[in-house]
């Protein structure tokens, strides 16, 4: 079994790192590493995560680190993952290594995800890791196609007329062998994910919800328990997919099973600063109850691929 | 300038790993988080969830150097062994 004191105790994130307080990408990147050990290639897309890593000539990422552009995640897995077979054929490494691309939302619902589609219906080898912030954090918190319905950002002053788009689904969609959601609050289930992804040959797709205090406007000592509430609201739903099966996790599954009350999505939305505007209007209550929709949308849409909730 | 520039071997892009690569981050600190050994029981919950790899597995000992303190080690602590106490000098 998998247990807090289980987890290895070697750091290869390491403290002292550009990144904000309470910084859920920092903490993501600090467990990934625990599950998938020091044989990892990191590609890093422009994001957040191209700051956190700290500034030349020094780094906090104690594993090889290529920096990349924007839209490019899943082709310099590609690349990547080629490059490794060809220098184990000629008997230059023994084991290749682990290939991780971490990539804000941005860089994945928007920008990213025509290279990601291609590399993943090339069967390419490698971990897609989405942290998922909901916004473009790294130029001054802009909208996405991840930031939720009713979420202010700089460029949705007034709320987010549109819902996200459910990327996790269409990554099922492509037929990769292994999809799963990660949170920070659950984080034996994240480590475990990350185990399975690193022991499955072929495209993994892995996503984080990822509260950034400074973007979403709560208390850097939060990042965790707005995690949870996100989790306990449904408003991030924890399943994994693998063999065409989907299987809820951690609090989702006993949320769907019946065992634990979903808690409100206001309670959620009240934890942050960034739903004020819409709230504090008389469609605010709308708006609530949209998403509380949404959530039930989703849950139903999983559940479709759930052969025993059928 | 010609000289100095023609000293340099080569000119590399690559960052070594370190930490502090932001320096003492310590010195971000408006709260600082302080153990109350006698409330601790080591569960472990505050070492997985500090996001700067501040906290000594063994012994849950905060390295002051680089913790930011952003709090979420006291949030989390399930028997508040954990206070944040206000820095007094800046
Ligand atoms: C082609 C291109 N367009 C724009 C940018 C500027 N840019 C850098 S990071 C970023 C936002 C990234 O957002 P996201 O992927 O969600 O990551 P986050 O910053 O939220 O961690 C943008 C627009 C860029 N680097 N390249
Ligand atoms: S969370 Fe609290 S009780 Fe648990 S190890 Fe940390 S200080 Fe001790
Ligand atoms: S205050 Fe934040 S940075 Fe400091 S030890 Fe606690 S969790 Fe880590
Ligand atoms: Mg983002």
Redesign the pocket.
Known sequence: MVTLKSLPEEELFLAGSTAC??CPSSLALRIAFKALGSNVLLIVVASCTSVLQGSYPFSAINVPLLNMAFATGGASASGAVAGYKALKKRGEIEEEPTVLVWAGDGGTYDIGIQSLSGAAERETNFIYFCYNNEMYSNTGTQRSGATPLGAWTTTTPAGKPQHRKDIAQIMIAHGIPYVATVSLAYPLDFFQKMQKAKSIVGTKYIELLAPCPPGWKFPSSKTIEVSRLAVQSGMWLLYEHENGETRFTAATKKIIEGKVRKRPVKEYLDMQGRFKPVLEKPEGKEAEELLERKVTESIKRLKGWVPEYI | MADDIESIEYVTSLSRPAKGCAGNTGEWRVFK?VKDDSKCNNCLI?WI????A??SKEGIN?DYQY????????EECPTKA?EMIKEDKF
């Not at chain 2, 969830?49 to 700067?52: I, K, R, S, T």
């Not at chain 2, 913790?67 to 006291?74: E, I, Q, R």
């Open positions: 307080h309470g | 988080p505050c969830y500090c996001p700067e501040c906290i905060i913790c930011k303190g952003c709090g979420m080690c006291a954990i």
